[in-house]
């Protein structure tokens, strides 16, 4: 079964930081590239951040540059999000999601599997 599941998620303070996880179960994430998207309460879905199958290629949202970074341990068949900085806006469900030989993209349209999400909430 093709599962991604997604941890790290939490509580934290504006400008702390949190790690989230995206795990990989009944398929390898070598030939995927992979996205991280989020969705606030009432809004649409969003592009983060994207790597490529190599990690040689990432994408984020101008909302984040400089804040966030993606990256991937292939042998662990988990993909990272860090998130530093992080502001009351950031608050969203956070969702991992892969397509098979696809191109690092922000749009969501383009991926084919996708993690259940965690919640970031970022409050004081």
């Known amino acids: 079964q093709v599962q991604l599941v997604e941890s790290g998620g939490g509580l934290v303070q504006p400008g702390g930081s949190l790690r989230l996880s995206c795990a990989a179960s009944g398929f390898t994430l070598d030939y995927y590239a992979i996205g991280w998207f989020r969705q606030a309460p009432g809004k649409e879905r969003e592009g983060v951040s994207c790597i490529s199958r190599s990690g040689g290629s990432t994408n984020y949202a101008d909302s984040v540059k400089g804040r966030f970074t993606i990256s991937r341990d292939n042998a662990k068949n988990t993909v990272y999000l860090q998130m530093n900085s992080l502001k009351p806006e950031d608050t969203a469900v956070y969702y991992c999601?892969?397509?098979?030989?696809?191109?690092?993209?922000?749009?969501?349209?383009?991926?084919?599997?996708w993690g259940q999400g965690t919640q970031v909430t970022v409050s004081s």
């Open positions: 999601t892969a397509v098979l030989f696809g191109q690092c993209v922000l749009n969501r349209y383009e991926y084919n599997y």
